[in-house]
């Protein structure tokens, strides 16, 4: 459970509780957590982290006696999602103080106070500690040793081996000792618990078998076979935990990640698979290699043999999942032979060789002294050029294992309700694997199951780890043959109880916590495994995931036309007209578009499909019905091609134009990334289609790899320069045909905002279209052309609201300024900061000012490297505003993007104003000698007392600029 530091002290000062009790729990104590059932190394889903988690601190001492606090978050409950398998929320929890104290062995020195406290309350002089550490670890050795004899028959399946089972078998219970006193030594745990792992069990009897089959082709001898494949996995086992320990040394414990959870999840069943497969075998004394080896399971009395085996595993996986004691199942393991040998000696009245003809034991072998043991290497023997052929196996085991120990550490940190430094951790996993590889041992890691039974007793001790390496030596240097006096079916029901567990979780259970997609990968590389091998089949699975990421992002790409308009201050004319012409509902000359998602060659063709749909270039050129011939063999329903929608197929509601418009805009600010395919085959071809129809093609919002990418593949201009040319060639145009291909550009023009791509549409179709104000009678035009470039506030504001002369006049009451201040900026200087609180209110007077908003944050960073096939690109000339900004002062909060430019007569800040809140966004001015009216809370009380009438055209500025706003927002931007 969860304590913070002081309710360690208080426990440690005050309370005197006798090791095995539980504390009871203090009111400032998180609610302990459920656990995982306490069976071997069940891999449970990790917690899915929710807002309402709980944030607790604990302190953590480091090297030099100093505290560093550091604050975790505890999950209200355990909900089990797939997808947190991938993500593994426990990765690089560590602070810079706690690597300098990386891998500070607890025996030492300790870097924990819980650790150092608990030792001093769990003195080992008191007789009665001692007694509760030997049960504990003596409870922890029933569960581990016979799934141990199971692991030596995975490894060592090869008939070859057989000879040398008892042996092998305490060679890896050898190899367990050596893991647990590494994590004695090493883990940040007291209760730690590692041994010989199942998660590496597959890698480690492929290899046994590749060396065992080409070494028998070789006609080599038994001994040479034995020598060189105990010799390369146990360097195997080295190398993979120096691995261990580079990942997590240097933080990298994420990159285990980027193997994929369906794919583990298919190796982990096929564990179970094989685990059943191996526990049968030993049941029935009869190897079981091959698919096609069950046939050996329906011959003679072997089914018979297996079958309390089977039914002894069924028990103990209903145990392990339904119990909530966790005493039960090692109470049921020593339950199970107990009862064997009273059915045999009281019931039956055998003896053990009589026990022994019938299968049901093991046959006499001669004692194995330790001797014996060592006696199997024999460096002379060993055929080191076969390293080659178990490369790449080697591999895949590295991914595997530590994939599953970084699932381990994440288990018991979740039951614990701590944060875990997983890559220290990690690291720990790695050193215990180096020793147990230069001891000729195997892989394992943390067993979290008897991890965390530990932990629960409340007896958070070393000494345990101490007891059970105790009773692992005497397994290693008695000369007793556990295999000749145990039965055989107890000893394999442990090997299937793993079984049962994995298969059922990893092929039924899990179904319920992830994608169909997601579910057919399992089984995929499941089925994958068994037909080609564990190296081919793991690499199949990934296939299968990135062919269905592939096809998730492709549907995830998405584009839908939107409302917007630019906020440019136009007379009511040109108002009028932007709003019957440019913005008609059935035929506007400007159409918007939002892209979302990433666009790839994935996508890149249906999005091509979409778009032309929605700026009408797919459409009939009549909407005149055309008939067909008719035939004796259709219906009169296909006599025409106008074929209505039945009452059971309704069309899809549409925004797109009966015709073609005159601008289209696209809005790339949620387009993650793009690739060469798309901008040829999507927004190249795009654009060179627009243009024939007449209709200019613009792009807002692109991040700089995006306009790198346009660019380099001729969808835009190259150059800036060249751009602004045909920028300025088109508004200077005089064609007002809606249609004309002369007056549109084959490539897309490039904006940093919808707003400002807007305003040059509109502009340009205003001049284009020949709307002269001075031809009009209305008066408040020719107001609005004496006016436009005056920059005073009293003429912004006119123009804003379309004032009759009556009304201008009024307005110049702003001109004393005597209700407002003007602010000057250069390009990049913060006009506003967020988080500050707000004073005042700003109006554009000239020059421009941009924001960025939170939504762009997460869509993606504008810092974004180009690198092309050359190296390098320098990105210059394919810059974002936000560059602009960012160099104003450096700082870190910088908007990565920018979302909203305001150019002259923009009113922004007023909402934070009014709503007496903390600004929600930071604007930067974008051009040098920006002027802005700043208005303050002061003034606005003043011009309330002073001049009610002028006051209330100033709120009728606010409202009309707030409709602008609304009108201009999406789903996304509220």
Not at 346 to 356: E, P, S
Not at 458 to 477: E, Q
Not at 944 to 961: G, M
Request: aromatic share 10%; charged share 15%; glycine share 6%.
């Amino acid at each position: 459970m969860m304590r913070d530091s002081a309710a360690v002290q208080d426990m440690d000062d005050e309370e005197q509780i006798h090791p095995g009790q539980r504390r009871p729990r203090s009111s400032s104590e998180s609610t302990p957590l459920l656990g995982a059932p306490s069976h071997l190394t069940r891999l449970e889903p990790l917690p899915s982290y929710t807002v309402a988690a709980a944030a607790a601190t604990t302190d953590m001492e480091n090297g030099d006696g100093t505290s560093n606090k550091k604050t975790f978050l505890v999950p209200p409950q355990r909900e089990q999602q797939a997808s947190n398998y991938s993500t593994l929320p426990f990765f690089s929890k560590s602070s810079s103080s706690e690597n300098s104290n990386f891998l500070k062995s607890p025996i030492m020195g300790r870097n924990m106070k819980r650790n150092s406290s608990k030792d001093e309350n769990n003195k080992s002089c008191h007789p009665g500690n001692v007694l509760v550490y030997l049960v504990y670890a003596l409870v922890n050795v029933i569960i581990a040793v016979p799934g141990l004899y199971g692991y030596a028959a995975v490894i060592f399946n090869h008939s070859v081996f057989q000879p040398h089972m008892n042996a092998l078998a305490k060679l890896v219970i050898f190899s367990s000792l050596v893991h647990q006193l590494g994590f004695l030594l090493f883990s940040s745990l007291d209760f730690a618990i590692g041994t010989v792992q199942d998660a590496g069990l597959i890698f480690l009897s492929s290899m046994s078998n590749v060396i065992a089959n080409r070494m028998l082709e070789d006609n080599e001898t038994d001994t040479a076979i034995v020598s060189t494949t105990l010799v390369l996995l146990s360097a195997g086992t080295a190398l993979l935990g120096l691995c261990l320990f580079a990942i997590g040394k240097f933080q990298l414990a994420n990159a285990v990640a980027y193997l994929p959870m369906p794919v583990i999840g298919g190796y982990l069943a096929f564990i179970g698979y094989f685990c059943i497969q191996a526990g049968v075998a030993l049941c029935i004394s009869t190897p079981l290699i091959s698919f096609f080896d069950w046939k050996y399971l329906f011959q003679g009395d072997n089914f018979l043999l297996a079958l309390p085996g089977l039914l002894a595993a069924l028990v103990l996986t209903l145990v392990s999942r339904l119990s909530k004691n966790d005493a039960i199942l090692p109470l049921c393991m020593v339950t199970i032979p107990a009862l064997f040998y009273l059915v045999i000696f009281g019931f039956l009245g055998w003896d053990m060789d009589q026990a022994r003809d019938a299968g049901w034991v093991g046959q006499v072998a001669p004692p194995t002294p330790i001797q014996d043991v060592v006696a199997l290497i024999d460096f002379s023997l060993v055929r080191w050029d076969l390293v080659g052929e178990i490369m790449w196996t080697w591999a895949g085991m590295v991914f595997v294992v530590s994939f599953a120990s970084c699932l381990d550490v994440a288990a018991i940190s979740m039951d614990m309700g701590e944060a875990l430094d997983t890559n220290r951790e990690l690291a720990t996993v790695g050193i215990c694997n180096f020793m147990s590889g230069l001891t000729f041992g195997f892989t394992g890691s943390y067993i979290f199951s008897q991890t965390i039974f530990t932990f629960r007793t409340g007896v958070h001790s070393r000494w345990i780890g101490t007891f059970i390496m105790a009773i692992y030596l005497y397994f290693v240097i008695s000369p007793m043959n556990l295999l000749q006096i145990s039965p055989l079916f107890f000893l394999g029901s442990t090997l299937i109880f793993i079984g049962y567990d994995l298969v059922f979780e990893w092929l039924y259970e899990i179904r319920l916590r992830i994608l169909w997609s997601e579910y057919a990968t399992i089984w995929g590389t499941f089925v994958a495994i068994q037909i080609v091998g564990v190296d081919a089949g793991i690499l199949i699975g990934v296939l299968f995931c990135i062919v269905e990421h592939v096809v998730a992002n492709a549907q995830a790409t998405s584009v839908h036309q939107v409302r917007k308009r630019s906020r440019a201050i136009w007379s009511k004319d040109e108002y009028q007209f932007l709003h019957d012409r440019a913005y008609n509902t059935t035929s506007p000359k400007i159409v918007t578009m939002e892209i979302v998602g990433p666009v790839f060659f994935g996508s890149s063709l249906s999005l091509l499909d979409r778009l032309r749909e929605e700026v009408a270039l797919t459409a009939n050129e009549s909407s005149e019905p055309k008939n067909v011939q008719a035939s004796p063999h259709t219906s009169s329903f296909l006599l025409t091609k106008d074929k209505r929608p039945s009452f059971f197929r309704q069309p899809p509601p549409s925004m797109a134009p009966t015709r073609p418009p005159k601008f289209c805009v696209l809005d790339l600010t949620q387009v993650s990334n793009m690739d060469a395919s798309a901008a040829r085959s999507c927004f190249l071809q795009f654009s060179k289609l627009c243009q024939k129809k007449g209709m200019t093609v613009c792009a807002t919002g692109a991040t700089p790899r995006i306009e790198w990418m346009l660019r380099s593949h001729e969808a835009a201009y190259e150059t800036r320069e060249e751009e602004e040319k045909v920028k300025a060639t088109l508004q200077a145009s005089n064609n007002n045909s809606s249609l004309s291909a002369e007056s549109a550009t084959d490539k897309m023009l490039l904006f940093f905002t919808v707003q400002e791509a807007l305003e040059f549409c509109e502009a340009t179709l205003i001049h284009q279209f020949h709307i002269n104000p001075n031809k009009s009678s209305d008066p408040s035009l020719l107001l609005a052309v004496e006016i436009e470039n005056d920059g005073k506030l009293s003429s912004v504001f006119a123009k804003f609201l379309g004032s009759l002369p009556e009304e201008a006049e009024q307005l110049k009451g702003f001109d004393t300024q005597r209700y407002h201040d003007e602010v000057e900026f250069n390009a990049g200087e913060k006009v506003v900061s967020k988080e500050s609180r707000p004073e005042s209110l700003y109006v554009v007077l000239s020059g421009a000012v941009a924001s960025g908003v939170v939504r762009s944050q997460r869509v993606y960073k504008h810092k974004q490297r180009i690198v092309s096939g050359a190296g390098l690109v320098e990105n210059s000339s394919f810059s974002n505003l936000v560059d602009i900004c960012a160099g104003g002062d450096g700082t870190q909060d910088s908007p990565p993007v920018i979302a909203t430019l305001w150019p002259v007569g923009g009113v922004f800040g007023y909402s934070d104003l009014l709503l007496d809140r903390p600004r929600t966004f930071t604007a930067f001015a974008t051009k040098n000698e920006t002027k802005v009216a700043r208005i303050t809370r002061s003034n606005l009380n003043l011009l309330q007392q002073e001049d009610p009438a002028l006051n209330a055209l100033l709120h009728r500025v606010l409202l009309k600029a707030s409709v602008f706003d609304l009108a201009n927002c999406t789903c996304d931007d509220v």
